[in-house]
Nanobody, 123 residues
Framework: QVPPVESGGGLVQAGGSLRLSCAASGRTFRDRAMGWIRQAPGKEREFVASISRSGNNRYYADFVKGRFTISRDNAQDTIYLQMDNLKPEDTAVYYC????????????????WGQGTQVTVSS
């Protein structure tokens, strides 16, 4: 299947901000809950955040609460992750994903099919 277009990653200093985007390509996001997961080197994938189809409900992993905000624009068929006050431990490849089991805050409930975008936070 055609992967989504994930962008917005980069290198930033601790305390900085990045905004990730994930645009649908060949497979619409509008009819499904979506989310972001991440994978740091040598670690398993972990859940970051999810958003309902309407955008009215959101879940966040404890380690990003108050710092990250997930949003969506269904007209543009795009998912966003605003990341503020970044920490070195946020360094990872970030993937947008379909959240198959709403309310389950684990990466196993999410399916990604893109290449991800690299986020590197320097101390």
């Amino acid at each position: 299947q055609v992967p989504p277009v994930e962008s917005g990653g980069g290198l930033v200093q601790a305390g900085g901000s990045l905004r990730l985007s994930c645009a649908a390509s060949g497979r619409t996001f509008r009819d499904r809950a979506m989310g972001w997961i991440r994978q740091a080197p040598g670690k398993e994938r972990e859940f970051v955040a999810s958003i309902s189809r309407s955008g009215n409900n959101r879940y966040y992993a404890d380690f990003v609460k108050g710092r990250f905000t997930i949003s969506r624009d269904n007209a543009q068929d795009t998912i966003y992750l605003q990341m503020d006050n970044l920490k070195p431990e946020d360094t990872a490849v970030y993937y947008c994903a379909e959240n198959r089991v709403w309310g389950n805050l684990d990466a196993g409930s999410c399916v990604s099919w893109g290449q991800g975008t690299q986020v590197t936070v320097s101390s």
